[in-house]
């Protein structure tokens, strides 16, 4: 069972972040530039919630809002569901699945260190699983099956 720290070492701690002021607008933009689906919202080092793509069609768009006139404050998420380094995979997929969030800040001893989102999980998740048949597969048939000649007649 993989941890995050251990998702994070494979694919990075970049976190983007705006600030609640930061106009909708600017966000997409950061989120458009950096082909994210959210960012991280902080006032200095404190995370204080998360926009993502979804916000800005159900809280933007869809209410008629324009995006330039917009603060991130009035429409972003402050029931911040995040991780730490030392969660597994798996109880971040729980958490995931459970409060219906995508992307889950990873914070150490209060600190913004990395974001993860339901795909890194799920694939994750599904590298270990390859990994586990191809043990099993290895422990049913032998080490070198592929290398034994057919069976007598």
């Known amino acids: 069972m993989q941890t995050v720290e251990e998702l994070l070492e494979r694919k990075g701690r970049k976190v983007w972040t705006v600030s609640p002021d930061a106009s909708v607008h600017d966000a997409i933009e950061l989120?458009?530039?950096?082909?994210?689906?959210?960012?991280?919202?902080?006032?200095?080092?404190?995370?204080?919630?998360?926009?993502?793509?979804?916000?800005?069609?159900?809280?933007?768009?869809?209410?008629?809002?324009?995006?330039?006139?917009t603060k991130v404050s009035q429409v972003m998420t402050s029931q911040v569901r995040a991780v730490n380094a030392h969660d597994s995979v798996d109880h971040c997929m729980q958490l995931i699945t459970d409060k219906r969030v995508r992307h889950l800040p990873v914070l150490e001893e209060g600190r913004l260190v990395g974001m993860i989102s339901v795909g890194d999980v799920v694939k994750t998740q599904l590298n270990d699983q390859e990994n586990v048949i191809s043990g099993l597969e290895s422990y049913i048939h032998g080490p070198s099956a592929s290398v034994r000649p057919p069976p007598p007649l």
Not at 34 to 62: P, T
């Open 31 to 69: 989120l458009c530039t950096h082909n994210i689906g959210a960012v991280v919202v902080c006032v200095g080092d404190e995370v204080v919630g998360v926009f993502s793509e979804r916000y800005c069609v159900r809280r933007v768009m869809l209410q008629g809002r324009a995006a330039r006139d």
